[in-house]
Structures are given as structure tokens and as C-alpha cells.
């Protein structure tokens, strides 16, 4: 069993930046795969990025690649999502998502889930 907690959500102005920490418990967390997903506003649940549990492996969502890169620290059980240039459309809710995912894409390969954290970008 894992838990996911995520943290670092907040109020920043376009452009700025904001890291997000997602901290598991469980001892097989570091053989998992770290997603990031996000939900807007009144739209779907989407994929951010997601890392393998190596750290050899990182996939990004076309709308924050360049922009953001998710980090992992297996020893320290946390998964971290570094976010610059934020734009107002970056606004929405940020999950983490751990499993044993082959398709890091897809929400349905992810077992476990945190709570989310906010993140809000203004203009």
C-alpha cells in the first residue's frame, strides 16, 4: 500500500514558478512510476508528466514541456514536479499518481492517489 501526499500548490503570478513535492509511504514506492495530472476548472483530468522509477525515463504532456521537469528522490520517497514560465492556463488542481504503469499516459495504469494540491496562476 502506498500514500501520496502532495504539497507546494500556492498563488503565483504568470510567469513565476512553484515546485510541487509529492511524499509516499510504502517501501515499494521507488519501484513504482510518478505521474503528475492535473484538472482545470470545469475540464477533464489530464496527464502533466510522469517519471520511471529509475529516474531514466520522463514523459511531459506537450502543453509544459520545456516548462516543467519532474524530478524523483527515491531515498528521500518523494517525486517532485519543477514548474517555470507558468501560465494562467497551468491554473487546476495537481495529483500524483503511483503504479506500475506501462503507459505513464494513461490515469487507469495508476494505482494510487494523493489528494491534490491547488495551484493558481493570475495574470
Known amino acids: 500500500q502506498v500514500q501520496l501526499v502532495e504539497s507546494g500548490g500556492g498563488l503565483v503570478q504568470a510567469g513565476g514558478s512553484l515546485r510541487l513535492s509529492c511524499a509516499a509511504s510504502?517501501?515499494?514506492?521507488?519501484?513504482?512510476?510518478v505521474g503528475w495530472f492535473r484538472r482545470a476548472p470545469g475540464k477533464e483530468r489530464e496527464f502533466v508528466a510522469a517519471?520511471?522509477?529509475?529516474?531514466?525515463?520522463?514523459y511531459y504532456a506537450d502543453s509544459v514541456r520545456g516548462r516543467f521537469t519532474i524530478s524523483r528522490d527515491n531515498a528521500e520517497n518523494t517525486v517532485y514536479l519543477q514548474m517555470n514560465t507558468l501560465k494562467p492556463e497551468d491554473t487546476a488542481v495537481y495529483y500524483c499518481?503511483?503504479?506500475?504503469?506501462?503507459?505513464?499516459?494513461?490515469?487507469?495504469?495508476?494505482?494510487?492517489w494523493g489528494q491534490g494540491t491547488q495551484v493558481t496562476v493570475h495574470s
Open positions: 517519471i520511471r522509477w529509475s529516474g531514466g525515463s520522463t
Open positions: 499518481a503511483a503504479g506500475n504503469a506501462w503507459y505513464a499516459r494513461r490515469m487507469s495504469e495508476y494505482d494510487y
Open positions: 510504502g517501501r515499494a514506492f521507488s519501484t513504482y512510476t
